[in-house]
């Protein structure tokens, strides 16, 4: 999981670019990195304190105020499909729809095998890229309904040999 974590990390700091020199930005941050990764990590705290420059005594007192922000993944794959108006112009509405109907379940569920969780959100920051859909902090661009399978069974296939040490 080292990866994971070097990979969240890399993603939050790209994240913090554009919140670093303005003020009150931590909120807006914090959901930033909430749809991108479904919660908010420790890893992403860890970033978010060092660039942002805030304690994470306070970060951390943020995340658990607001009933909003999750501080465990839901799901061992957090899907955030976004339906920000680019993405929903471009044909988002038809992806979430392969979503439900390859996971069977609606956003803001887990699978019953507790693998996958979907979300929706509203603009992930790269709308040249639309439709976009990020998985466990990796982005699809340009997603229709019919990439949707094969992106389930790629994440189902490497959370399978992640589980088998491969
Ligand atoms: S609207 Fe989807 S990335 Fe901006």
Redesign the pocket.
């Known amino acids: 999981m080292a990866d994971d974590k070097e990979k969240i990390q890399e993603e939050t700091q790209k994240m913090l670019v554009k919140w670093k020199s303005k003020r009150g930005a931590l909120i807006m941050a914090l959901h930033e990195i909430q749809g991108a990764f479904g919660y908010v990590p420790w890893a992403a705290m860890e970033v978010t304190s060092r660039e942002l420059d805030i304690p994470m005594a306070r970060i951390y007192s943020v995340l658990t105020f607001y009933n909003y922000f999750k501080l465990k993944a839901p799901g061992k794959v957090v899907i955030s499909i ?1 339906d ?4 929903h112009i471009k044909g988002a509405p038809a992806v979430i729809n392969a979503f439900r109907k390859e996971l069977g379940v609606s956003e803001g569920q887990t699978t019953e095998d507790g693998l996958f969780y979907t979300q929706i959100v509203r ?5 040249g ?4 859909v990020v998985v466990n902090g990796k982005t699809y661009g340009k997603v229709a309904g019919v990439d949707v399978p094969k992106i389930v069974a790629e994440w189902r296939e490497k959370m399978q040999s992640e589980e088998q040490g491969v």
């Open positions: 976004c920000g108006t680019a993405c603009c992930l920051g790269c709308c890229l639309a439709p976009v």
